[in-house]
């Protein structure tokens, strides 16, 4: 597996070891220690999501608070997707940046985005599947969102999508009225 840090340190980017031949592929997904080796992190996950969402959906931007706040290890393994990680961590030097990046079941990439992050992504494919690993339990009273398309944080989101939200994501307040990370 190679690992590479993205514009913003903190995102991993985890691109696996395939192997593959007439009758299909094999690859190692998750490996604890290869994972903390990589990061330098001693991160343990509780919780495995996995969603599914048709083209054009945009989920986010959404994260927890402490002291449930989530990292999150997240994949694609059907369709594709545009995935962001933006950084709500006050004292960080890259507050209120945003990295984002191709995830698909072709490049089977992964992305590590630790607590003090809000992430969304947005369904470029007919459909999407996407799986979640996190390292806090979900916590609705702690969850929060931002708007997807705050001029502060002008995400280059790809053009030619009309985006759906769900209706707690359509009132999302914006990056200046969020809740931060210290």
Known sequence: MQATRLAIPDIVLFEPRVFGDDRGFFMESFNQHVFQQLTRLDTTFVQDNHSKSARGVLRGLHYQLAPKA???????????????????????????????????????????????????????????EF???????????????????????????????????????????SFAA????P
């Open 70 to 128: 989530q990292g999150k290890l997240v994949r694609v393994v059907r369709g594709a997707v545009f995935d962001v990680a933006v950084d709500i961590r006050k004292s960080s030097p890259s507050f209120g940046q945003w990295v984002g990046t191709e995830l698909s079941e072709t490049n089977r990439r992964q992305l590590w985005i630790p607590p003090g992050f809000a992430h969304g992504f947005l369904v470029l494919s007919e459909s999407a």
């Open 178 to 181: 969020a809740e931060y990370f």
């Open 131 to 173: 799986l979640y690993k996190t390292t806090e339990y979900y916590a609705p009273d702690l969850e929060r969102c931002i708007i997807w398309n705050d001029p502060r944080l002008a995400i280059d989101w790809p053009a030619g999508m009309d985006p759906q939200l769900s209706a707690k994501d359509q009132q999302a307040p």
